[in-house]
């Protein structure tokens, strides 16, 4: 087999559309582009937003506000889904090996979700006030996380 003779399997695909090849192709004379006009002719586009010298709608209006790139990256673990991992030290590779979290997540908190009945120490993962309370009042510890 060779690279250059790959081809998808017969019926795969459709043909291309073959415009401007005659009238019986009902593609013919003006090949779908209709009557005159800049978008008639060849090289006749603009930039996505051109409003034909007016100024486009995303210049007129205010910009607000940020969004940031990483925020889904900075996920929630439940404290039920703490009790439910066999071991007692918790920290960011545990939680994505045992796949609570996903595997490129920068960082970790645990909410206040559901109940803990058993010792677990977090390390480099935060913790909400009533989640911090509830593994403490367990026997557990929370370790101060900068990345939070």
């Known amino acids: 087999m060779r690279l250059n003779s790959i081809k998808p399997a ?6 291309n559309k073959r415009v401007g090849r005659g009238i019986g192709s009902g593609l013919g004379k003006t090949a779908g582009r209709g009557h005159k006009g800049q978008k008639s ?16 709608i995303y210049r007129r209006l205010p910009k607000r506000g ?23 030290e918790v920290d960011l590779l545990v939680l994505k090996q045992a796949g609570l979290i996903a595997a490129d997540a920068l960082s970790a908190k645990v909410i206040f979700s559901g ?11 935060g913790a909400t006030k009533g989640a911090k309370a509830a593994i403490e009042a367990a026997g557990g510890s929370v370790a101060v996380s900068v990345a939070v």
């Open 115 to 125: 109940e803990i009945s058993r010792k677990v120490i977090l390390k480099g993962v």
């Open 66 to 88: 940020f969004v940031s790139l990483t925020n889904h990256r900075n996920v929630e673990v439940r404290l039920y889904e703490l009790n439910a991992l066999p071991v007692d």
């Open 10 to 15: 017969e019926g795969a695909r459709h043909a």
């Open 41 to 56: 002719r060849a090289g006749g586009f603009h930039k996505v937003g051109f409003e034909g010298g007016q100024m486009p």
